[in-house]
């Protein structure tokens, strides 16, 4: 845990009218304080990096350590890392590779992301209680957690792969350019772009070609990363070093 992800509800002082410049005060309880505790073994008067969902970095203070919890006097002061000026659309991995997936594209920059489906999408893979919002939560959190940031990023599910490429994605990806990772093709993947980016990424085994046939329609390049046959969670870094180095 590089950052301490802080939540509105973990402040139990904030300055009043009576006391405008009263210190905010936030309350660790359960995971992140048994990191705090037993990771960073804080103790009353040492300093920890934080940050509020959404919003600015910053210092707390530990004032108070206590069995079940900790107290944090907060100051917020720098803005979190930019954003990658991206659009992910990702076909649906299987239920593990997606929590490391979520956690890798969160890490990198990645603030919205539809999971789509597609051929070689297994229907069960729908079922997983990881889809769950709380559980997308949970590693968009470690994501950021990991990168030090705190921006949130948007996750959407779209069960049904020809109504969203036809109907929703040329509003979605408008004013982008469009690519999809694609090993049979002769383009390789560009380096080092400018400007709003839309990549289509397939599951294990790529997409079929009908579905490359619908987003080329839809105004995506196929572009490839070599010879090699990577899996997912492997493709996106990759993907996105080579897209966006340095950001």
Request: with cysteine.
């Amino acid at each position: 845990m590089n950052l301490i992800l802080l939540e509105p509800g973990d402040f139990s002082t904030t300055g009043t009218t009576a006391e405008p410049h009263a210190p905010a005060i936030a309350v660790l309880r359960e995971r992140r304080f048994q990191h705090v505790a037993e990771v960073h073994r804080a103790e009353v008067g040492d300093v920890l990096k934080v940050g509020l969902i959404d919003g600015q970095i910053g210092d707390g203070k530990v004032i108070e350590r206590g069995d079940r919890h900790i107290a944090l006097e907060i100051s917020l002061h720098s803005a979190p890392p930019p954003a990658l000026p991206l659009t992910m659309i990702l076909a649906l991995p299987r239920p593990k590779m997606l929590k490391r997936t979520i956690q890798h594209a969160t890490a990198l920059g990645v603030k919205r992301l539809y999971l789509i489906n597609a051929y070689r999408v297994e229907k069960s893979y729908w079922q997983s209680p990881w889809l769950a919002a709380d559980k997308l939560r949970e590693q968009c959190v470690l994501g950021l957690e990991q990168a030090v940031d705190t921006g949130m990023p948007e996750i959407h599910l779209r069960k049904r792969f020809k109504p969203f490429v036809e109907d929703e994605l040329p509003g979605i990806t408008a004013n982008s350019r469009k690519l999809v990772a694609h090993p049979v093709t002769d383009t390789p993947c560009p380096i080092d772009i400018s400007g709003q980016t839309a990549l289509a990424v397939g599951p294990e085994g790529g997409f079929i070609p009908y579905e490359v046939e619908k987003l080329q329609d839809a105004g995506f390049e196929s572009v490839h990363l070599g010879p090699r046959i990577l899996r997912v969670e492997t493709a996106l870094p990759v993907l996105l070093s080579r897209l966006f180095p340095g950001r």
